[in-house]
């Protein structure tokens, strides 16, 4: 079995970047946000399609609509002097421009989704206990931190109780279980159904159920 990683930039960071930016750059923002909302859009309609049909979507419109972006970025209204290089949309600009191909990423592989809110989200997690961390004692110790603060974020991310997922793994990894196969957030959830939180998922159905319907009234307001 071979591993593959695949470096991908945080488009939610680039949006919220130039979000930040609507005070001083409103027309200049206004615009980037509604081109970034129009992926949102093409992903929201192809999320259903198997991955053949969502790369080829993603490939003809998303494309499209990143190449109408990168033309945006390169034009007069996000130029010196409207948009100076040292100006917050300046270096937002660059931002982008620097992680372009990685921002691209998506439209290459179905599998990597277009908005990766959901990796920043078990970021935060670090970020939150960033100063309790400052001393760990040993470089060891940092790395088995890291270890566990992965396996937990596995297990959110699968919907698992998290303690009675470490509970049962880590005893039989002590006990000499050589088998990791079955000890993987996916293939532990199969065989231990009570220890499913299920309200995770009705969270993330209500919260894109919300987002749906955002979209449509802003595409109705378009028409």
């Not at 998303?62 to 300046?90: A, C, F, T, W």
């Not at 990685?102 to 997690?125: G, H, I, W, Y």
Request: charged content about 35%; some cysteine; glycine content about 4%.
């Amino acid at each position: 079995m071979v591993a593959l990683c695949i470096h991908d930039a945080f488009r939610a960071h680039a949006r919220r970047k130039i979000d930040e930016c609507r005070s001083a750059f409103p027309i200049q923002v206004a615009k980037l946000e509604s081109l970034i909302r129009m992926l949102y859009d093409i992903e929201d309609q192809i999320k259903a399609l198997d991955d053949a049909e969502r790369l080829s979507r993603r490939q003809t419109h998303s494309r499209h609509v990143l190449g109408l972006i990168d033309e945006y970025l390169q034009s007069e209204p996000m130029s010196s002097p409207k948009v100076l290089p040292k100006s917050n949309l300046g270096q937002t600009a660059a931002y982008v421009r620097r992680h372009w191909a990685s921002l691209n990423r998506f439209t290459a592989n179905a599998r990597v989704p277009n908005d990766d809110n959901d990796c920043e989200q078990l970021m935060k997690r670090v970020a939150t206990g960033r100063k309790n961390w400052l001393f760990k004692g040993s470089l060891s110790a940092g790395e088995r931190a890291a270890n566990l603060m992965t396996i937990i974020g596995t297990a959110i991310r699968n919907d698992l109780d998290v303690h009675a997922y470490l509970d049962d793994v880590l005893r039989r990894a002590l006990a000499g279980e050589t088998d990791r196969s079955s000890r993987r957030p996916p293939a532990w959830r199969d065989s231990h159904p009570e220890c499913i939180r299920d309200y995770r998922q009705d969270e993330r159905r209500q919260a894109a159920d919300r987002k749906r319907v955002r979209r449509a009234r802003r595409q109705r307001l378009k028409k």
